[in-house]
């Protein structure tokens, strides 16, 4: 039977290194680094939101479903995805960063195959150098867990999908990719 795969771009971070700035609407070529996320997305899923903690009037602008992290106080990634897993209605759920504007176009047929092969939960990718966590495929059943992860004050995401056995797949053909727009440099640069 055919695994049923949502998809989120988080969005809901501070942008720490970009000075405070909401990344997701930073412009880029002249549009939202969010709106490049979702391009590259809306060829592998039909169903995409966005996880946002703040402008989120700005983000539902784009006709995308947009919700916030359950808990309060930008408690990272983590936040975000849990709230995304209770909320899900599909089998397993993609989660893309939304300062990630060249994502593989083939992320989530290999993320998958990987988890079917497998038999896991999650799996991420690793461009042959990095890990790349936030580029992920979770299915919701190990949302109890992640929130007992959460409670415990844990934060780091590759611990906790170490310790859920998951997979990572190898997009070092494509390691380009995964470049993150960290700062307001980085945009210029790539302008």
């Known amino acids: ?12 971070g501070l942008a720490r290194r970009m ?5 997701g609407l930073q412009l880029w070529r002249g ?7 979702y391009r590259r997305l809306a060829s592998q899923t039909g169903f995409i939101s966005i996880n946002a903690n703040r402008n989120q009037e700005k983000y539902a602008e784009s006709g995308l479903p947009v919700f916030s992290d359950d808990a309060p106080d930008f408690q990272g990634p983590l936040s975000g995805i849990l709230t995304a897993l209770k909320r899900a209605e599909t089998d397993f759920v993609l989660f893309v960063p939304c300062d990630c504007p060249l994502l593989p176009l083939d ?11 497998n038999d896991v939960l999650i799996a991420y990718a690793h461009d042959g150098e990095r890990e790349h966590p936030t580029c992920c495929l979770i299915s919701p059943k ?4 992640l929130a007992a992860y959460l409670a415990q004050g844990e934060r780091r995401m590759l611990q906790f999908m170490r310790q859920q056995h998951a997979i990572a797949v190898d997009f070092s053909e494509q390691k380009s990719a995964f470049r993150n727009m960290n700062s307001l440099e980085d945009l210029k640069l790539e302008a």
């Open 1 to 12: 039977m055919e695994i049923t795969i949502s998809a989120v771009i988080l969005a809901g």
């Open 142 to 145: 190990i949302s109890t867990v």
């Open 19 to 23: 000075g405070g700035a909401d990344k």
């Open 107 to 117: 992320l989530l047929e290999k993320l998958k195959r990987a988890v079917e092969k």
């Open 31 to 37: 549009q939202p680094l969010f709106m490049h996320v």
